[in-house]
């Protein structure tokens, strides 16, 4: 199951059906975790769907039963990170950048953080602990956008971002 979900060449839907063969075929756990010796900690199936952008495999191993974990959501908030560094506004100190500042104001942030909170709320709708989410709350506090994240954490639901 980790071969498909780590194989870029295999499309999501293709991974979903693999998946799906080794669950039901052969009673696997969908909150099977990859052993190496080579990593420090052991990740599920559910975090690799989410790195390596899985979509469709992600809501579907959520579905079956895999928990969304503190690993998960520490990923979440290095995601804000690539995202910053990916468009030329690095996060290098405690105090942002001017850059960064403005930033935060453009759609094309708006919008990848609404992508990013409909999975968090996603994941808390499926137990996941909100304080989790302490990297993510720290990364958005230091600049000053971390009202839609306590809103989302605290309610558990996301009507609209405060913005």
Same mark, same amino acid.
């Given at each position: 199951?980790?071969?498909?979900?780590?194989?870029?060449?295999?499309?999501?839907?293709?991974?979903?059906?693999?998946?799906?063969?080794?669950?039901? =075929?052969?009673?696997?756990?969908?909150?099977? *975790?990859? /052993?190496?010796? $080579?990593?420090?900690? %052991?990740?599920?199936? !559910?975090?690799?769907?989410?790195?390596?952008?899985?979509?469709?495999?992600?809501?579907?191993?959520?579905?079956?039963?895999?928990?969304?974990?503190?690993?998960?959501?520490?990923?979440?908030?290095?995601?804000?990170?690539?995202?910053?560094?990916?468009?030329?506004?690095?996060?290098?100190?405690?105090?942002?950048? =001017?850059?960064?500042?403005?930033?935060?104001? *453009?759609? /094309?942030?708006? $919008?990848?953080?609404? %992508?990013?909170?409909? !999975?968090?709320?996603?994941?808390?709708?499926?137990?996941?602990?909100?304080?989790?989410?302490?990297?993510?709350?720290?990364?958005?506090?230091?600049?000053?956008?971390?009202?839609?994240?306590?809103?989302?954490?605290?309610?558990?639901?996301?009507?609209?971002?405060?913005?």
């Amino acid at each position: 199951m980790f071969a498909a979900i780590f194989d870029k060449n295999v499309s999501d839907e293709n991974t979903a059906k693999i998946i799906d063969y080794y669950i039901y =075929k052969f009673n696997c756990d969908a909150n099977i *975790t990859f /052993k190496s010796n $080579e990593l420090r900690y %052991e990740p599920n199936l !559910l975090e690799i769907a989410f790195l390596m952008k899985k979509f469709k495999n992600f809501d579907d191993l959520l579905d079956k039963g895999t928990k969304p974990n503190g690993r998960l959501a520490f990923s979440m908030g290095s995601e804000f990170l690539f995202f910053f560094q990916d468009n030329g506004v690095v996060f290098e100190s405690k105090t942002p950048s =001017k850059e960064l500042l403005e930033f935060i104001k *453009t759609q /094309k942030y708006k $919008e990848f953080k609404e %992508e990013k909170f409909k !999975l968090i709320k996603k994941q808390l709708q499926y137990g996941q602990d909100p304080k989790d989410y302490k990297y993510l709350k720290y990364i958005l506090k230091l600049i000053n956008d971390e009202k839609d994240l306590d809103n989302l954490l605290k309610n558990r639901t996301q009507k609209e971002l405060a913005q």
